[in-house]
């Protein structure tokens, strides 16, 4: 049976003002099968191609804190407290960092796992 599942693509923005991104990430809930999850990846040359000051060791902590609060992490602190709708929303909320998602797009699956992983090899790598 298929299920109901949103996802967004997570971009990293160097310049904020440039409006400049990479897609280096996906984010996916879906509500009926009490699955959220997040796969990222970096590519330094990329990065560096769009920015070069760019503090990758910064990002990646970023990120890392991105999937604690996905995954509901004790680490993640009060944010990863929350239900999985409300941190999926948290989340993929538009803010101005370097940062961000894209909309929020809708889907049907039986596997949300897989299908995390299908666009995160479509829309990232």
Same mark, same amino acid.
């Given at each position: 049976m298929k299920a109901v599942f949103e996802y967004a693509v997570v971009r990293l923005v160097p310049q904020v003002e440039r409006?400049?991104?990479i897609n280096i990430g996906v984010i996916l809930y879906c509500k009926k099968l009490r699955f959220s999850g997040f796969l990222w990846q970096l590519n330094d040359a990329k990065c560096e191609a769009l920015y070069r000051?760019? %503090?990758? %060791?910064?990002?990646?902590?970023? !990120? %890392?804190?991105?999937?604690?609060?996905?995954?509901?992490?004790?680490?993640?602190?009060?944010?990863?407290? !929350? %239900?999985?709708?409300?941190?999926?929303?948290? !989340?993929?909320?538009?803010?101005?960092t370097i940062i961000q998602c894209s909309a929020v797009h809708p889907g049907l699956t039986d596997d949300p796992q897989q299908m995390l992983v299908h666009l995160f090899n479509k829309l990232v790598i």
């Amino acid at each position: 049976m298929k299920a109901v599942f949103e996802y967004a693509v997570v971009r990293l923005v160097p310049q904020v003002e440039r409006e400049e991104f990479i897609n280096i990430g996906v984010i996916l809930y879906c509500k009926k099968l009490r699955f959220s999850g997040f796969l990222w990846q970096l590519n330094d040359a990329k990065c560096e191609a769009l920015y070069r000051d760019l %503090d990758i %060791d910064m990002v990646r902590a970023h !990120l %890392d804190s991105f999937a604690k609060i996905c995954n509901g992490e004790q680490s993640g602190g009060k944010l990863a407290e !929350l %239900d999985q709708a409300e941190r999926f929303r948290w !989340l993929t909320a538009k803010r101005s960092t370097i940062i961000q998602c894209s909309a929020v797009h809708p889907g049907l699956t039986d596997d949300p796992q897989q299908m995390l992983v299908h666009l995160f090899n479509k829309l990232v790598i």
